[in-house]
């Protein structure tokens, strides 16, 4: 089955500081891949997305590139704020499937 | 709504009770999902509709829990005779398109005690 291995947190770092999480994957054919954020006290938000090998997904500074030799999604940001800080999942779909696969989320925290 | 409502936020149900989890998706979106997100670790998924149909109930973990959506707009989450390992937070998403994304909601904390 599908399965989503995300790199154990928490994950503490100073503003302006670079942040990478990384994330891999196990799926069958060419799933689509996810990062979502869930801020404190707030529902999942989708961050980025991506749906084809070699796609970059970005938005609001953070990019993740689909690495299908690698199974990878890793994600990365230069310059991380303190209201970044939160809990990063990623997930995949299989294709043609609805279902997320979540990996166990990441806690991030940024200080000043 | 502007999005996905779940209520209550929080419940205490003591072991053995029964619990409803209300979930209104945003107008118009035709999937809806249940997700259980067990402390520390990433959701799971429970149930998927398509308008009033449940397509799948596949994630279900007994036959404790039950899901409707019978006029296929909100969705209640059923859990007879709650169990202490049915604490968890209970997550609903929907979905206009599947190529477009989820949107969650904030969740139900369900704690048994």
């Known amino acids: 089955g599908n399965s989503v291995t995300q790199m154990e947190g928490p994950v503490t770092l100073s503003e302006e500081a670079f942040l990478t999480i990384n994330c891999t994957y196990t799926a069958t054919g060419y799933p689509s891949l996810f990062w979502y954020v869930q801020y404190p006290g707030e529902g999942l938000q989708l961050l980025l997305k991506?749906?084809?090998?070699?796609d970059k997904g970005s938005n609001k500074g953070f990019e993740a590139t689909y690495r299908k030799e690698t199974t990878s999604f890793h994600l990365e940001k230069g310059s991380v704020q303190v209201s970044d800080s939160a809990v990063y999942f990623c997930a995949l779909s299989g294709a043609g499937s609805y279902q997320l696969t979540f990996g166990k989320g990441t806690k991030l925290s940024v200080i000043p | 709504g502007a999005g996905v409502s779940q209520s209550p936020r929080y419940k205490v149900a003591k072991r053995g009770q029964d619990v409803a989890l209300r979930c209104d998706p945003i107008s118009g979106h035709v999937s809806l999902f249940w997700y259980q997100q067990a402390l520390g670790q990433g959701p799971e998924f429970l149930t998927y509709?398509?308008?009033?149909?449940?397509?799948?109930k596949s994630g279900l973990p007994s036959d404790r829990f039950f899901a409707e959506r019978p006029e296929g707009s909100v969705s209640t989450l059923k859990i007879q005779r709650t169990q202490q390992e049915d604490s968890a937070v209970y997550l609903c998403a929907s979905s206009f398109n599947a190529d477009y994304g989820y949107t969650f909601g904030s969740g139900t904390r369900l704690t048994v005690v």
């Open positions: 991506a749906t084809k090998a070699d």
């Open positions: 509709f398509q308008n009033e149909a449940q397509l799948d």
